[in-house]
Nanobody, 118 residues
Framework: QVQLVESGGGLVQPGGSLRLSCAAS????????MGWHRQAPGKQRELVAS???????NYADSVKGRFTISRDNAKNTVYLQMNSLKPEDTAVYYC????WGRGEYKSFGQGTQVTVSS
C-alpha cells in the first residue's frame, strides 16, 4: 500500500523560503514519477511541479524560476524547494505518485499547510 507523508510546511513571510519533503513507502519509489500539487481555499487543486523517474522536471508557469523539485531515490523522498514565496502561494501542498509518468496521480499524501503572510 502506497503511503506518502509530507512535512516542512509552515508560516513564512513574503520573499521567504521553505523546503517541503515527502517520504514514500509501500512502493518501488525509483520507478515512479512524482508530483507536488496544491489547493488554496475555494480553488481547485493544481499541479505545481513534477519529476519523472529519470529526473526530468516540469513546473507550472506560476512557480517557474522560484520552485525546484528534486528526488533522492536512496531515501524514497521527493522535495520541493520554494523560494521567493508570495501570498498567493498559500495553500495545502500535497505530494502524489504517478506510476507510468502520464500525469495520472493515484495516491496523495495528507498534505502540509504553507501560509505566506507578513
Amino acid at each position: 500500500q502506497v503511503q506518502l507523508v509530507e512535512s516542512g510546511g509552515g508560516l513564512v513571510q513574503p520573499g521567504g523560503s521553505l523546503r517541503l519533503s515527502c517520504a514514500a513507502s509501500g512502493m518501488a519509489f525509483r520507478i515512479y514519477a512524482m508530483g507536488w500539487h496544491r489547493q488554496a481555499p475555494g480553488k481547485q487543486r493544481e499541479l505545481v511541479a513534477s519529476i519523472t523517474s529519470g529526473g526530468s522536471t516540469n513546473y507550472a508557469d506560476s512557480v517557474k524560476g522560484r520552485f525546484t523539485i528534486s528526488r533522492d531515490n536512496a531515501k524514497n523522498t521527493v522535495y520541493l524547494q520554494m523560494n521567493s514565496l508570495k501570498p498567493e502561494d498559500t495553500a495545502v501542498y500535497y505530494c502524489a505518485s504517478d506510476r507510468w509518468g502520464r500525469g495520472e496521480y493515484k495516491s496523495f499524501g495528507q498534505g502540509t499547510q504553507v501560509t505566506v503572510s507578513s
